[in-house]
């Protein structure tokens, strides 16, 4: 109601201000005139300023006032009145105000057709229809401040929530590359990173995940006891030791071999996981585009510390996952893994894998989530102590391993609680 009393209230405001400065601001002013005769109409004589003098005014000495009431304007002939006075039939001629008489016309200034007339848009309706409008949105604003601002800050927040958002994947991106970059050159941490794991192993020790940072190195473990120097126990199942011990470091063949493969990176260090202990499946669900790039940069390492690794490939609708070995066996479906007794072979045509636990015999890839019998087969395969396990691009339940991949390259692993960023391809 306030609303409508306001809105009401303005439109008369304006309509008051506006009529007057119309009516004002008319063109023609009006006035009396006189229209020149004919000969026919005035006796057969030329008319004249005298005699429209003597017939308006009563004096024909007046017709110098006419004169100057009337030199130069245009008239509909387009002829002007000189200091000739000389006058044509049909001309319309100003009077002054006192003119009487049966000759004497009301008319308006600038009303002959040769002038063209004065434009209605003079000065004055200009500047009344300006203030209208000026009066009008400051009432809109007025009566509708509060919506207004409303929808001015959240586009405002919108804009700014977009730019934040926009640098975030613009420096998430930025890292991502970096990591890239780093992955590619650094050969120090790799070795790091298996040493500490073969080191651990030796003093059975089991480290599922590894970090390796500037200056340390931490590890997931299961052990139930206190680590031996130099290890020390940062919290419950993690242990950490500076990363540039010197000693005696254990051989591959002092313990079953690690599998570690990068997972990503970021300010605390490089993150392996051992594929070893994983003695299952691997399923990286989230984006489609980041977990593929999780899995190449998987197999980039298998490829490069394990190229003696089995890999099998199960293709789905889009063909196979990218970064395959050259080396990869290719399978029809998920339902030719088999897993037997000691000693691979390959009875009826199927795949047959022989393991024991903590023994990575092949790793089975599959690009896309498996059926719910296919799921089911997959995870007997590659259950506990089968010796060969499984990555899957996609969420599957059941799944030992369980990433999540984000749309700007994070990924996180419930299993440790650690979030990094996987490096782009």
């Known amino acids: 109601m306030i609303r409508r009393i306001l809105l009401l209230s303005a439109t008369a405001f304006t309509v008051a201000l506006v009529a007057p400065a119309v009516a004002q601001a008319a063109p023609d002013d009006v006035v009396k005139v006189a229209v020149v005769r004919t000969p026919e109409n005035n006796g057969g004589r030329p008319d004249s300023l005298p005699q429209i003098a003597q017939r308006t005014l009563g004096d024909q000495a007046r017709a110098t006032e006419i004169l100057g009431l009337n030199r ?19 001309w319309i001629l ?30 004055k309706v200009v500047s009344a229809l300006v203030g209208a409008v000026i009066l009008a949105l400051v009432s809109l ?21 977009n730019a934040r958002w926009h640098r975030q994947i613009q420096e998430r991106m930025r890292v991502r590359a970096q990591l890239s970059d780093e992955f590619a050159a650094d050969r120090a941490r790799p070795s790091l990173a298996w040493h500490a794991a073969a080191e651990l192993a030796a003093e059975q020790v089991e480290a599922y995940a590894l970090r390796v940072g500037e200056g340390t190195v931490t590890a997931w473990v299961t052990a139930d006891h206190a680590p031996r120097m130099p290890w020390q126990a940062e919290t419950d199942g993690t242990w950490m030791r500076p990363a540039d011990v010197s000693g005696s470091r254990p051989s591959r063949g002092d313990a079953v ?136 691009l996609g969420d599957l339940p059941g799944a030992r391993w369980r990433w999540h991949a984000e749309a700007d390259g994070k990924v996180r692993l419930p299993e440790i609680g650690v979030t990094v960023t996987a490096p782009s391809r």
């Open 72 to 90: 130069g304007r245009p008239q509909r002939d387009g002829g002007t009145l000189t200091d000739s006075g000389e006058v044509r039939p049909g």
């Open 141 to 161: 604003l007025v009566i509708f401040r509060r919506r207004i601002v409303r929808r001015v800050r959240a586009r405002y927040d919108a804009y700014i929530e």
């Open 257 to 392: 071999a690690p599998c570690l493969v990068r997972v990503g990176g970021g300010e605390d260090g490089t993150l392996f996981v051992d594929l070893t202990w994983l003695d299952g499946v691997l399923a990286i669900g989230g984006s489609a585009g980041v977990a593929i790039d999780v899995l190449a940069n998987l197999l980039a390492d298998l490829t490069r510390f394990r190229p003696g690794l089995p890999v099998l490939s199960v293709p789905g609708l889009c063909g196979e996952a990218p970064g395959l070995p050259s080396t990869a066996v290719r399978m029809r479906s998920v339902t030719d893994l088999r897993t037997t007794g000691p000693g691979p072979g390959t009875d009826d045509g199927m795949v047959r894998l022989a393991a024991h636990r903590r023994t990575l015999t092949a790793l089975a890839v599959i690009p896309e989530t498996p059926s719910a019998d296919e799921a089911a087969h997959l995870l007997a395969t590659c259950g506990p102590g089968s010796g060969q396990a499984a990555i899957v």
């Open 94 to 123: 100003l009077l002054p105000a006192d003119a009487t008489g049966p000759d004497v016309r009301l008319g308006r200034i600038g009303s002959a057709p040769a002038s063209g007339g004065a434009s209605f848009f003079t000065w």
